[in-house]
Antibody, heavy 121, light 106 residues
């Protein structure tokens, strides 16, 4: 079955950097768009970024544009999020999420368990 | 930016019907997804494309979307349905989530 396992979270100081990874299995990774979605404590989910199956197209939320970079390694079935110039309000659980796109629209059908990033001095 | 509005909470008695609304400008022109999130768990897709259920989601979950309001309906609500529910749409390559509704089964 579909498995998405995030890693790389932890504590970092404001202005610092973190690289998140997501190991995937159970599906043909390169056939799917992937997203990172975050959720601050006690808040609703906030979409961060998506990347297409070949890794040639990326979109970002305005709140992270210019600071975060999404990438993927299809032979390794892995998704990444490079996070720089981190701010306190970037503190959240970060989820790796698979997207389905087609005649039924675009939707998030599988979520990982998440990895917590805490930005604090 | 596009905004989705949900009521903060909904209460329902076991066996009754719970309705969770999601409002947005011309929401009926978009496809709405709904997610269930139990405490300490990741969100789970329960409805996509307004009214379609993924495999494994009980038939008591249904959705509709018209004009400016989408509705998630849970019939014969069970204690296990107690959770936060979020609506979500895509708007110009940006995914937008509602603020969430806590469904309490009393």
């Amino acid at each position: 079955q579909v498995q998405l396992v995030e890693s790389g979270g932890g504590s970092v100081k404001p202005g610092g950097s973190v690289r998140l990874s997501c190991a995937t299995s159970g599906f043909t990774f390169g056939d799917f768009y992937m997203s990172w979605i975050r959720q601050a404590p006690g808040k609703g989910p906030e979409w961060v970024s998506y990347i297409n199956g070949r890794g040639t197209t990326q979109y970002y939320a305005d709140s992270v544009k210019g600071r975060f970079t999404i990438s993927r390694d299809n032979p390794k079935n892995a998704l990444y999020l490079e996070m720089t110039s981190l701010r306190v309000d970037d503190t959240a659980v970060y989820y790796c999420v698979r997207e389905k796109r087609g005649v039924f629209g675009w939707f998030f059908d599988s979520w990982g368990q998440g990895t917590l990033v805490t930005v604090s001095s | 930016s596009y905004d989705l509005t949900q009521p903060p909470s909904v209460s329902v008695s076991p066996g009754q019907t719970a309705s969770v609304t999601c409002s947005g400008d011309n929401l009926g022109d978009k496809f709405v997804s709904w997610f269930q999130q139990r405490p300490g768990q990741s969100p789970l897709l329960v409805i996509y494309r307004n009214d379609m259920r993924p495999s494994g989601i009980p038939e008591r979950f249904s959705g509709s979307n018209s004009v400016n309001t989408a509705t998630l309906t849970i019939t014969e609500t069970q204690a296990v349905d107690e959770a936060d529910y979020f609506c979500q749409v895509w708007d110009n390559h940006v995914a937008v989530f509602g603020s969430g509704t806590q469904v309490t089964v009393l």
